[in-house]
């Protein structure tokens, strides 16, 4: 469903696809170099391995699937479970786990459509005519002092993303 204010996403150009691709991929694979070190940090998971779902979108799930395929990622892969934030939200309505005892949650995917409405809030980051705004959103849950919540903002001029800022809060509420 669409809200009455909703507005038509267009289709992504194969060289944003191909950009977004390798952005989550080399995000995602960044987060899972550090992944076993992190887990041995954490009390609760001493000794076991917990089921470790990474929640994305559709490119992100092609993301992994490629991190899947090269030697340094394949096993760290092969010990994690790849979904669509709609999935995830569906396993946890029947596999309910709120306290996190047996799985952590690694999200990142990107909007790539920021809706004009929203322009005030990236004023500090002024990008070129008929470039747009790209937001990473990234996280963990469940484990504990290393669990966050963040935003990088990208400028997508049509040919490649380049980096505005690391940390950013966004204003929507809900987010």
């Not at 934030?85 to 949650?105: A, G, L």
């Not at 990473?136 to 001029?157: A, Q, T």
Request: proline share 6%; with cysteine; aromatic share 12%.
């Amino acid at each position: 469903p669409r809200g009455k204010h909703a507005q038509q996403r267009n289709e992504p150009t194969p060289n944003a696809r191909i950009a977004e691709v390798q952005l989550l991929e080399s995000h995602i694979g960044s987060w899972l170099a550090r992944l076993d070190k992190l887990l041995v940090g954490v009390d609760r998971w001493h000794a076991r391995y917990p089921a470790v779902v990474i929640t994305t979108n559709p490119v992100g799930v092609t993301a992994c699937n490629n991190l899947a395929l090269t030697e340094s990622f394949r096993d760290v892969v092969s010990r994690c479970c790849c979904l669509t934030e709609y999935e995830y939200r569906y396993w946890c309505k029947e596999e309910p786990d709120k306290q996190f005892e047996s799985h952590i949650n690694y999200w990142a995917w990107i909007k790539t459509s920021v809706p004009a409405v929203r322009a005030k809030e990236f004023q500090e980051f002024p990008i070129a005519e008929g470039s747009v705004y790209w937001l990473l959103r990234h996280g963990v849950s469940g484990l504990g002092i290393h669990d966050f919540f963040d935003c990088k903002v990208f400028e997508w001029d049509g040919m490649k993303p380049t980096l505005l800022t690391e940390h950013f809060r966004e204003g929507v509420p809900s987010v």
